[in-house]
């Protein structure tokens, strides 16, 4: 199942191909579920107060013996072995306790203790072999706290899951976004009801010199308890980037796979325009994901679906050229140093060069065009900030189109004014006023000038 060896560009590409057909590098990116280390949701659906404190007891040991340090080591040399630019983590847990607890009294402190921070273990590993990334985005999901019994004292015990964005330090990111989900499921104990939120985070990153917008979600489990939830978040995620112009990269555990019913994420996905990269590279190869076992030590591979994946959209026919793509952590020799698999997840490479578009279909490619929103073939800047005038309304240049714009505009209506007149007609007028309501509490762009100097 191992893909990693490289197509040459020459035979993906047409030997005569335009400006807004050429690629401009490959970009290297990775989806990695860390796995908590325990099924956390043994404890739904029990009712007996005592057996809920058993389960979660069973739970933690269950954590402590899947040792994620040891995991940490045989992920970051998937890391090492692939040396992606961007990665996107799930189940970056914060493990953390409180002695004594105090969740059956209320909770009023939380516990701060770190038994296990998933992050600094796994960017320790990343050092240790001579590799600098950095977090450069990251959103807390559920946080649940409980009571954990089995000593002479009653301790607590507090989940953080959150998801990250990893960067390779030579790629600059800017734009970061880090946000849950509308939508979300409730963990039931003992007829408390816990929020279980799930979330996506977002940068624009410069690789080769092109930007992306590179996105890292977890959507909510496929099955019984999460399937409704799950419907309903993938439509959040594709009307969040539904506007995006940059050549877009989604990659995440999306609990859903090819085989998913029509109204799960996937099938959400790919009917809105994204491809699946792995589906592309290796269409005949069933490069399952999921899962291992819950204790992670099963001799040999058990991964029955795929669902862990690398999307990719692009205003570009085809969306993009897949160079190479590869499942991590499914084969017998990937183990951990103490013998476990590095999670219950199998990984993904995919290494991707995108055709230069043209969002606009103005004629100006993407990388050249200075207002990407807007078909505009005089490309006019009159203010000279490398924002055309269609993606610019910000008079004053302080950042975004606000009240001092509007302000500005009326004082220049119907007048020759070049800045105010935003479509070129030669005169300020209502035409460029529906411009300006259409960018107000924008910031100017997009185009290249907001990756000017990254």
């Known amino acids: 199942m191992k893909r990693l060896t490289c197509l040459m ?36 659906g029990i009712t007996d107060p005592i057996a809920i404190l058993m389960e979660i007891a069973a739970v933690y040991d269950t954590v402590v013996q899947t040792d994620f340090p040891s995991r940490a080591e045989a992920l970051a040399d998937e890391i090492a072995s692939t040396n992606p630019h961007l990665v996107g983590l799930q189940e970056v847990s ?48 559920a946080d649940v706290e409980l009571p954990l019994l089995g000593g002479p ?7 953080t899951d959150r998801d990250v964005i990893l960067a390779r330090a030579d790629v600059p990111t800017i734009n970061v976004l880090e946000r849950n989900f509308d939508n979300f499921a409730s963990l039931e104990l003992s ?54 112009h940059l050549p877009l990269i989604v990659v995440g555990d999306f609990n859903a ?10 099938a959400q996905l790919t009917g809105a325009g994204y491809t699946d990269t ?15 076992v819950e204790t992670l030590d099963n001799p040999t591979p058990a991964l029955t679906s795929r669902i862990d994946i690398v999307f990719a959209r692009n205003s570009t026919t085809p969306a993009v050229n897949v160079l190479s793509s590869e499942v991590l952590g ?36 993407d990388l050249a065009d200075n207002c990407t929103r807007a078909a505009n073939l005089a490309q006019r800047d009159t203010d000279n900030d490398g924002y055309g005038n269609l993606c ?25 004014d070049p800045d105010a007149d935003l479509d070129g007609d030669g005169i300020a007028d209502l035409n460029d006023v529906g411009v300006l309501r259409t960018l107000f509490l924008l910031p100017p762009g997009p185009g290249p000038a907001d990756y000017a100097g990254l």
């Open 191 to 244: 007829g408390t009801f816990i929020p279980f939120y799930r979330g996506y985070t977002a940068v624009d990153a410069v690789v080769n010199g092109r930007p992306y917008r590179f996105v890292n979600t977890h959507l909510e489990t496929g099955g019984a308890f999460g399937a409704a939830t799950q419907a309903a978040q993938a439509p959040e995620l594709i009307t969040e980037f539904a506007d995006e």
């Open 330 to 365: 499914d084969e017998d020799g990937d183990q951990a140093p103490g013998g476990l698999w590095p999670s219950d997840h199998a990984g993904v490479f995919a290494s991707l060069d995108f055709p230069v578009g043209d969002f606009d279909d103005d004629g100006i490619d």
């Open 278 to 292: 792995w589906a592309q590279w290796a269409p005949l190869d069933d490069g399952f994901t999921c899962c291992h």
């Open 392 to 416: 610019d309304a910000d008079f004053n240049q302080d950042g975004f189109v606000d009240l001092l714009d509007l302000v500005y505009m009326r004082q220049n209506f119907m007048t020759a």
């Open 153 to 159: 004292v009653a301790l607590d015990v507090r989940l």
């Open 9 to 44: 560009l020459a035979v993906l590409l047409p030997t005569l191909a335009t400006p807004a057909e050429r690629g401009n590098g490959d970009v290297r990116v990775m989806t990695r579920n860390l796995y908590v280390g325990a099924d956390i949701f043994r404890v739904v």
């Open 94 to 141: 914060l493990i953390r306790t409180q002695t004594p607890g105090d969740t059956l009294f209320g909770n009023p402190a939380p516990a701060e203790d770190v038994e296990y921070d998933f992050l600094l273990l796994l960017l320790d590993a990343l050092i240790a072999r001579g590799l600098d990334y950095v977090a450069v985005a990251s959103v807390v999901n």
């Open 257 to 266: 796979s090819p085989e998913s019913a029509p109204e799960l994420a996937y």
